[in-house]
């Protein structure tokens, strides 16, 4: 076997093979030899079909064979005279007219492989690590975000309207073009007004409503809201609250303390937790830090990127939003995208990324 490199670009070699006659042959052999013990055609016996008559009936299938046994026994092999490995599934050229007894066969690959290139005058590099701080508001917004984890939603304990932040209990039906619709419709349904999960029409539309009372929401949905069923459309509903309830934040006692986190007091609840802001800071300004380092490598470089890295980042990042979104409940077609497009938006990204 005989074997020659090219180089077409920094990521791009041509593997040239050349397998000689006498391997070729011997291949050709042993291929028809087994294929006249096995194959039955009528007015012949088993292992008598003359040579012409099976090169005629499977004359291409015996060469595809051939052809791939050869590839896949000798392209390993080639790819060690690259001196490093190749990135994904090469693009094979070969014709398969010339696997011929006494010739020699000839195929050639084309592979991408990692550039190589050399980072300059990155010694001295002036870098300022972001200063860490941790303040008692991100402190007392923990401390706040425990406290609504673990509080409970109640019924009000005097009547009042409802404002943000409460938790509505309501009956709605709502009505395009004067007919109901099936898919609009709940009872007991309770939204939190200005969490945004309803749209902020309907949310702000129940700001000073009591229980009891009724009232309608017109509603004009967006063109490109997530829901295709409601994008574009005036929507009025019929509302009626049946309940206003509110979130009643856990009491941060010593017992609660001690039960929840097996702390002695508020102090060292709050030590631990400055402790951890601390540490996630730190985190955020390494994580900035080599960011910038890499940004400036990547600037003081020329780097010609593989194909085949590019698109399998691609993929990567395109799965990940696809998956974010079906935890949303929402696909590509909700918002007028397609993979297509995705990829074309996403492909700077991925070049930064590899």
Not at 200 to 219: H, M, N, R, W, Y
Not at 274 to 293: N, T
Request: one cysteine or more; a negative charge.
């Amino acid at each position: 076997m005989k074997t020659r490199v090219e180089d077409i670009s920094s990521i791009k070699k041509k593997l040239s093979v050349e397998v000689d006659a006498k391997e070729v042959e011997k291949r050709i052999n042993k291929v028809y030899s087994e294929l006249r013990k096995s194959v039955k055609l009528k007015g012949f016996r088993p292992g008598r079909v003359p040579m012409k008559i099976l090169e005629a009936r499977f004359g291409d299938m015996v060469k595809d064979e051939i052809i791939e046994d050869i590839i896949k026994d000798t392209f390993p092999k080639a790819v060690n005279e690259l001196e490093c490995l190749p990135l994904g599934i090469p693009s094979l050229e070969f014709d398969r007219g010339s696997i011929k007894k006494g010739k020699p066969f000839y195929y050639s690959a084309i592979v991408e492989v990692r550039p190589e290139f050399e980072v300059k005058d990155y010694l001295g590099m002036e870098l300022e690590k972001p200063k860490v701080e941790v303040t008692e508001e991100m402190v007392e917004a923990i401390l706040n975000r425990i406290r609504e984890v673990h509080g409970n939603i109640v019924p009000l304990t005097e009547e009042r309207p409802i404002k943000e932040g409460d938790y509505v209990v309501v009956n709605y039906q709502g009505f395009y073009k004067g007919k109901p619709l099936n898919n609009l419709k709940a009872e007991n349904a309770m939204i939190k007004v200005g969490d945004r999960k309803t749209h902020p029409t309907f949310e702000a539309s129940l700001v000073g409503l009591k229980k009891g009372d009724k009232t309608d929401i017109s509603v004009d949905f967006e063109e490109n809201y997530p829901n295709p069923t409601l994008a574009g459309k005036n929507i009025k509903f019929t509302v009626q609250i049946v309940d206003i309830k509110e979130l009643r934040l856990a009491e941060l006692s010593e017992e609660f303390i001690k039960e929840k986190f097996d702390l002695n007091s508020l102090q060292e609840l709050k030590e631990e937790i400055k402790k951890m802001l601390i540490e996630q800071e730190e985190e955020k300004a390494d994580k900035r830090l080599k960011e910038e380092v890499l940004g400036r490598l990547i600037d003081s470089v020329d780097i010609e990127l593989p194909e085949v890295l590019i698109k399998s980042e691609l993929e990567i990042i395109t799965d990940v939003f696809k998956q974010e979104l079906k935890r949303g409940g929402f696909s590509l077609e909700d918002f007028g995208l397609t993979e297509e497009k995705l990829k074309e938006d996403f492909r700077l990204w991925a070049e930064i990324r590899v």
